[in-house]
């Protein structure tokens, strides 16, 4: 974090590869004898699918269209409703209203992810599909969920957004439900600067999603795109072929990415483990986090405000906990009509626990004084 980082001439030589090799062509689809062959996004799914062990990859528009179309493909709509948890981007919530199912919360546990145990009371006979986020890069209680999902026969999604490389009992976040959602927005650890992709367990499930994410076009190699056969409906949500080159080159990194963040995140782990008064965020059993954040915890909510104050005041900002929850927590989305927020479904369980957090962000490029101003913080208000 964040992506755009690690930026360089690598992107631009991609980019160039458009006009140089593919005759300029910036769409995905057709235009065979312009680009002599050169299709970038078709590429870079290829890759994405390949890099993170899964057989069907979809490039989309952004993380949030991800979203929108796996509720599509699964045949998500009016009457339904779908699952989610109180602590994740508004997208979530935004997409599951955008299907025309009911968005429902839940509560968060000491992963600050989905608490399996309010997700069993929150289920009803409309619930249709449970999007599981590994926020902040942290892995939700996978096993347990997908148990619960299995027993009710409720489809899966993973909002892998913030997870990407993070790992639950050696399998990659977002290959372990139906369909995992990533999101390359320019703040996320794989950029293209906006984008997003999604993984598909199923086949029938990619070529639902595959067409309905492209007008209903089901790219029917027997006819020309003009005459192209169609089964549903659709929307846009098409990657351009600049987004895509950007995300192969991006992808030929990431493992160094993925190295350097987790090291730099073990420096700053190394020298928080003296302070007694904080807890480091919690991880599931046999998990790997994305190490994009590092989050920790003081015992109230006033030393969180006080820490974020005193650390701005040092020239760094905080991640989100404690000052951005109002994009980041259901109860205060008053805004969506939709999640019929009262004094009886305020989450303020989760919120109570949200509040006494401090989220840091993890810097590919991390200046030395880093980790020593986060100490001086530390050692100044405790």
Known sequence: MPGFETID?????????????????????????????????????????????SKYALAVSSGTAALRVALASLGIGKNDEVITQSFTFVATVEAIVESGAK???????????????????????????????????????????????????????????????????????????????????????????EGGMLLFR??????????????????????PRWEDTRSSSGFNFRMTELQGAIGISQLKKFNNIFNKHKKNK??????????????IRELP????????????????SNLAKKFRKIFFKKGYSTKILPEALSWHFAGKWTHIKELNLNKNNSYNVSLNKLNKHVSLQIFYKMNNDYPQKIVSTLKEIL
């Open 9 to 53: 001439k690598q992107e631009l030589k991609h980019l160039k590869k458009i006009f140089q090799n593919g005759g300029g062509v910036l769409f995905r689809h057709s235009f065979e004898k312009i680009r002599g062959n050169s299709f970038q996004v078709k590429e870079f799914e290829k890759k994405f699918a390949k890099k993170f062990k």
């Open 103 to 193: 968005p429902v919360c839940t509560q968060i546990d000491d992963t600050l992810n989905m608490c399996p145990e309010d997700l069993l009371k929150k289920i009803s006979k409309k619930t249709k599909a449970i999007i599981l986020v590994h926020m902040l890069g942290s892995p939700g209680n996978v096993a347990k969920i997908k148990k619960i999902c299995k027993r009710k026969n409720i489809f899966l999604i993973e909002d892998t957004a913030w997870g990407i490389g993070g790992m639950y009992d050696n399998k990659f976040l977002g290959t372990l439900g139906d369909i995992g959602t990533f999101s390359f927005d320019f703040a996320k650890t794989l950029t293209t600067g």
């Open 202 to 223: 199923k086949k029938e499930h990619f070529l639902k999603a595959k067409a309905w994410h492209d007008h209903g076009h089901e790219n029917n190699p027997k006819v």
């Open 266 to 279: 073990n420096i700053i782990l190394k020298k928080l483990k003296k302070f007694k008064q904080i807890r």
């Open 285 to 300: 059993n046999n998990s790997i986090d994305a190490s994009e954040s590092l989050i920790f915890s003081f015992r109230n």
